[in-house]
């Protein structure tokens, strides 16, 4: 369902060594054992969900269908990427859905966004899902605070009936919030992290509330726990997470992920926290960072070809797809583009990255490809799993605890102290 495909040779990424390594890291990891093993919840997360829950997320965004035309999704990193990326990868590009629409807030402090936001939905039938596994996150907090008192100052009472709060089952201040307004309520398990959620209620309610089919998503995340748990050289997630760690011990210690498809600019933000969360930690890790071709071709495409030799390339390729446009011929051919009549868009991207691929590789940076058949619910819930696996290896081939996140505690300490929060 997902291949990986790599510019180098195989043999020299998985070295006796290296297997014996991947091998006891598989171990563990299915033994549910070695650093951060308490946070493993997402590995048999899809095979454990039960019907009763699916039909729980269902009917409460059908509840949210029929009550509003809006559903404003408050949450930042993993409690807003996961939803945002699959609901981008699988919407139409324009006139996304005319009578209900998805949109998100609390993941930057702009006073103009939120502004602006309560403005566009003044007209509009409105729900909230406020999403913050530790309840307790300043940015969501803060877009929550002016939200339900919008919410409240609109439908009174009623507002309660309107606003769904995911969070954590027995803490933190958004629990206590919702428990004292009435707000129905799904559970961030403990023991999955919030880059780790997306199968959780934390991505399904939003994605199901946007119209996608949440049992196929799951059913694609199924087949990829299922798929991707024996040990090989074969296994993808195996594969990709010891060709980065090759590559890194190589001096390459920047992955750019690459595709062709602007609708997977949000699976690539996703994948940046997925894989800089957990890998970025006591001065190792590769560092994340995307582009979408052509169009940065025109910008960071110089860079990629000739900067500095850190930087390998890993392309996310989609095969197929349902929608496409063949080149016509003209009859004049004045812009003299006759040659390529005949060739569908798609055909172009694809030759596209044949092309780049050659030519960066020449300019001395690695390839990868990650191919996926299409871009739907299923695939991407094959996707998405595949990521997390891989980045669970990669992460423990750098002796890294893949769930942990202590970095991100020091900026949000200097910038409490600086606001005179009590305690700070
Ligand atoms: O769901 P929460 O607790 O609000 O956290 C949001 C995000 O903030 C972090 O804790 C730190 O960036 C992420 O790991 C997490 O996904």
Same mark, same amino acid.
């Given at each position: ?49 039960? /019907? ?10 059908? /509840? ?10 408050? %949450?930042?990193? %993993? ?49 909230? *899902?406020?999403? =913050? ?77 946007? %119209? ?129 009549? %005949? ?13 780049? =691929? ?14 996926? *058949? /299409? ?29 942990? /996140? ?19």
């Amino acid at each position: 369902m997902v291949s990986v495909t790599y510019s180098g040779q195989m043999e020299d990424v998985l070295t006796e060594t290296k297997k014996e390594k991947l091998e006891s890291i598989h171990r563990g990891l299915y033994a549910k054992e070695g650093a951060g093993s308490e946070f493993l919840g997402w590995l048999d997360w899809p095979s454990g969900l039960s /019907q009763e829950f699916l039909d729980q997320i269902k009917q409460t965004a059908e /509840q949210i269908r029929s009550q509003a035309d809006v559903l404003i999704v408050i %949450g930042i990193g %993993g409690s807003y990427l996961g939803a945002k990326a699959v609901i981008e990868a699988l919407q139409p590009h324009f006139e996304k859905n005319p009578e209900f629409e998805v949109i998100f807030a609390g993941h930057q402090v702009s006073g103009a966004y939120l502004k602006q936001l309560m403005a566009y939905v003044d007209d509009k039938e409105v729900a909230l *899902n406020v999403i =913050s596994k530790s309840g307790t996150t300043t940015e969501p907090a803060l877009a929550f605070r002016f939200l339900q008192q919008y919410m409240q100052e609109r439908y009174g009472a009623d507002a309660a009936s309107r606003i769904y709060v995911t969070t954590d089952e027995n803490k933190g201040a958004l629990l206590t919030l919702a428990k004292e307004q009435g707000y129905k309520r799904f559970v961030v398990p403990d023991d999955v992290g919030g880059r780790y959620s997306v199968f959780t209620a934390v991505g399904l309610l939003p994605i199901a509330a946007a %119209g996608f089919d949440v049992e196929r998503l799951i059913s694609g995340a199924k087949a990829a726990e299922e798929e991707l748990k024996t040990f090989g050289e074969d296994n993808p997630a195996i594969r990709y997470a010891a060709i980065r760690h090759s590559l890194y011990e190589q001096g390459y210690t920047n992955e750019v992920l690459a595709t062709f498809e602007p609708k997977l600019n949000f699976v690539q933000e996703w994948w940046k926290q997925l894989f800089g969360e957990s890998e970025g930690k006591e001065g190792k890790g590769i560092f994340p960072v995307s582009v979408v071709y052509t169009t940065d071709l025109h910008s960071l495409g110089q860079y990629i070809q000739d900067g500095k030799r850190n930087l390998f390339e890993s392309f996310l390729v989609v095969e197929e797809t349902d929608e496409d446009l063949e080149v016509f011929e003209a009859d004049n051919n004045l812009d003299q583009l006759n040659y390529l009549s %005949g060739l569908s868009l798609h055909d172009f991207n694809l030759t596209a990255y044949k092309g780049v =691929s050659e030519a960066h590789l020449n300019g001395g940076v690695p390839q990868v490809g990650i191919h996926v *058949n /299409q871009m739907d619910e299923y695939h991407v819930g094959y996707l998405l799993y595949f990521y997390m696996l891989s980045c669970a290896y990669s992460a423990y081939l750098l002796e890294i605890n893949p769930f942990n /996140q202590p970095g991100v505690e020091d900026y949000k300490t200097a910038i409490f102290r600086l606001l005179n929060k009590p305690g700070y």
